[in-house]
């Protein structure tokens, strides 16, 4: 290992002795010299050495001086010193030790008196820093754990939500269609046309709500995945909202939903494709389920500096005031504290949070008038 020693003395004969003397060190090692306190205080700062030999006596400022600086700058404090001095009174050498000195040699030096005591600073200062660094390793090794644990944690909680969203939210259409075929079955002779009409679109309508709820959980699931590659590209926010809304919806059909869409030509985001078509799917979707009937749904996009806006006003949604502020929220989804008029909605708006954040873009809510809210999402311009 290859050290470096500063030198501080004004005295150059006492300064090319000691030098002299260094070199009989078995350590490699490199040597700079100062010829006063000023000095040698700017070349610790500029060279960090691994030990400092100064001078108690020097001018502009003092080898004491000198010590009590490097020992209140956190970039030099910890370097080893030792004090080369003529005379040294008892209370000077207090002074120093409690200054921080880490010895302290009587002139005229002995060269192996210098040399013994370099080498201990030497490989103590060495000692120091190995442990230094092993617990900088340590410290970072901690946190990666942490975060490694944190991470199995969240992993463990989305497992364990998804079972509570399962539970809470494929129970109703299971059950709907538990009955509705066990009525098919008992009845399957006697049953009118119409009758077996209204029975087979019930049956459709519960499978669509459990395939439903099954792909979002599958999208939470990519989600979710850290090392899913994006790949942001410039969209043109018409065409993305035009081919991913279905306006032919049976379930936005039945309950009177009209959906407009009213956006600029040149608004454009700079997102993942496939993220951005997922997202408008859900989002839709999910707004759909909050509206009882006969609701509405606008889509407007604006260009605003340096982002693209989106907003989106809903009229009939059916959360009240209290409730909107946790409607991104996960916790209050399986606490079943959201309650539209529709089950199946279980990840929604979370997913819908979650495929923006990815996606660097945010979405926020407000309330307009009662029965009628607005979303308003931003993201990265496009070209």
Not at 91 to 120: C, Q
Not at 146 to 173: G, M
Request: hydrophobic share 40%; net charge negative.
């Amino acid at each position: 290992m290859a050290y470096t020693i500063l030198l501080a003395d004004d005295e150059k004969v006492s300064l090319v002795t000691n030098l002299k003397y260094l070199k009989d060190l078995e350590e490699e090692h490199s040597i700079v010299g100062a010829p006063d306190g000023e000095k040698a205080y700017d070349l610790a700062l500029k060279k960090k050495p691994d030990l400092i030999i100064a001078d108690w006596m020097m001018p502009k400022m003092t080898g004491l001086d000198l010590l009590v600086k490097l020992k209140n700058n956190p970039d030099t404090k910890d370097i080893p010193v030792i004090m080369v001095t003529a005379m040294a009174t008892p209370s000077d050498l207090e002074k120093a030790f409690k200054a921080g000195v880490t010895d302290y040699i009587k002139k005229p030096v002995d060269k192996i008196e210098l040399l013994s005591r370099a080498r201990a600073a030497l490989k103590s200062y060495s000692y120091f820093k190995e442990i230094v660094k092993q617990k900088e390793d340590l410290r970072v090794y901690n946190e990666k754990l942490t975060s490694a644990e944190k991470r199995l944690v969240e992993l463990n909680n989305i497992k364990d939500i998804f079972f509570s969203v399962i539970s809470i939210d494929v129970k109703e259409p299971l059950n709907s269609l538990s009955a509705f075929v066990n009525l098919l079955f008992k009845n399957i002779n006697n049953f009118s046309k119409e009758e077996m009409k209204y029975v087979a679109e019930n049956i459709k309508n519960s499978l669509n709500s459990i395939s439903s709820l099954m792909g979002n959980l599958v999208k939470w699931t990519n989600a979710e995945k850290e090392n899913e590659k994006l790949m942001p590209t410039s969209i043109r926010l018409n065409q993305i909202l035009n081919n991913s809304v279905d306006f032919s919806d049976l379930s936005m059909a039945k309950k009177n939903i009209s959906i407009e869409i009213e956006t600029e030509e040149e608004v454009s985001v700079l997102m993942d494709k496939s993220l951005m078509e997922s997202f408008i799917n859900i989002f839709v979707e999910s707004t759909t389920r909050f509206i009882e009937k006969k609701g509405e749904i606008i889509i407007r996009t604006y260009n605003e500096d340096d982002v693209s806006l989106m907003q989106v006003d809903v009229k009939g949604f059916s959360v009240n005031e209290p409730q909107l502020e946790n409607l991104f929220s996960l916790d209050y989804y399986v606490k079943n504290e959201v309650k539209p008029f529709e089950k199946g909605t279980g990840l929604g708006f979370v997913l819908c949070k979650k495929l923006l954040e990815k996606g660097n873009a945010s979405i926020e809510l407000k309330t307009l008038e009662e029965g009628e809210i607005q979303f308003e999402i931003r993201m990265p311009k496009g070209s």
